[in-house]
């Protein structure tokens, strides 16, 4: 089985940064993909940026894109999301997701674990 562990967030003002972070523990491999997805209240979880196995392809949400840092550290097992400009927009609880294939995409299924989820909230 495979942990994972989110950490970073918290309230912060409209403009403001916050850097999420993901450890992973368990059975986690440096050769998962890993994501970010984030889920507002009454809406669907959606995907927010992923990294592949080895750093070297990224993607993003376009609401994020220019805004939102999507990097790991394989020595560390950990995942981080730089977040700059942050918009009341960006509320949500973000989730950190491992995908045992290389690269996981924008589609939540093609990720096998979870986190419990961190609260972000951008409020004045």
Sequence with gaps: ???????????VQPGGSL?????????ARSSFAMGWFRQAPGKEREFVATVNWGGGI???ADSVKGRF?????????????QMNSLKPEDTAVYY???????YGGSSSGNYDYWGQGTQVTVSS
């Design 58 to 60: 990224l993607k993003y």
């Design 19 to 27: 850097r999420l972070s993901c450890a992973a523990s368990g059975r």
């Design 1 to 11: 089985q495979v942990q994972l562990l989110e950490s970073g967030g918290g309230l």
């Design 69 to 81: 840092t999507i990097s790991r550290d394989n020595a560390k097992n950990s995942v981080y999301l």
């Design 96 to 102: 950190c997701a491992a995908g045992q294939s290389g």
